[in-house]
């Protein structure tokens, strides 16, 4: 099992570009989750689902807008980045909201 | 005020001491709280869940005291290994929404 994964690994857009993350899952998992990892800040919830076809927003959902059509996938697009989106996005899966979340190896985003 | 708190830390160490991280947490209502650890430049992984009794796995003890919102992660006799940082997690009165702590970084030394 590939457990989670995100595509890219690395992305720099200008500023205006917009841009989708993919992260998948390989575990059946039920929720998904967005989040950003930035110096001093911790990670911030983006938006989450609890199942296919659901989502909500999360802590920081400014921005960004999610879709979860397939149970597998959960996308995080941004429509018009900016730089104060330059941040580490991490995708995670779990079984239920109170169990262990499973992360992917982030993407490295930079927006100049 | 945020909604976790963390040690400030960074915490460095010689190998084979025992060090302890605090973390508090502001929402009265949050149902399940966790320890996870961070490698460098790597993805966040379970370490431990922390349970209302108290709970220890081999060098790792963690407490939680709901009555003064913290929990705690003790960790003895620590290896190189151990390295990495920290983070303190509890999740909303939904169990949906889990916020994370900053983090405490921690170096063993030889």
């Known amino acids: 099992n590939a457990g989670v994964t995100q595509t890219p690994k690395f992305r720099v857009l200008k500023t205006g570009q917009s841009m989708t993350l993919l992260c998948a899952q390989d575990m059946n998992h039920e929720y998904m989750y967005w989040y950003r990892q930035d110096p001093g800040m911790g990670l911030r919830l983006i938006h989450y689902?609890?199942?296919?076809?659901?989502?909500a927003k999360g802590e920081v959902p400014d921005g960004y807008n999610v879709s979860r059509l397939k149970k597998q996938n959960f996308l995080l697009g941004l429509e018009s980045a900016a730089p104060s989106q330059t941040s580490v996005y991490f995708c995670?899966?779990?079984?239920?909201?109170?169990?262990?979340?499973?992360f992917g190896p982030g993407t490295r985003l930079t927006v100049l | 005020r945020k909604e976790v708190e963390q040690d400030p830390g960074p915490f460095n160490v010689p190998e084979g001491a025992t060090v302890a991280f605090n973390c508090t947490y502001s929402?009265?209502?949050?149902?399940?709280f966790f320890w996870y650890r961070q490698d460098c430049r790597k993805e966040p992984k379970l370490l431990m869940s922390v349970y209302s009794s108290g709970n220890e796995d081999g060098r790792f003890t963690a407490q939680l005291n709901r009555a003064s919102q913290y929990i705690s992660l003790l960790i003895r006799d620590s290896k190189l290994s151990d390295s990495a940082t920290y983070l303190c997690v509890v999740t909303l009165y939904n169990n949906n929404d889990m916020r994370f702590g900053a983090g405490t970084r921690l170096t063993v030394k030889p």
């Open positions: 929402n009265s209502a949050s149902q399940s």
């Open positions: 995670a899966s779990s079984t239920q909201g109170y169990n262990e979340q499973f």
């Open positions: 689902s609890v199942g296919e076809g659901t989502t």
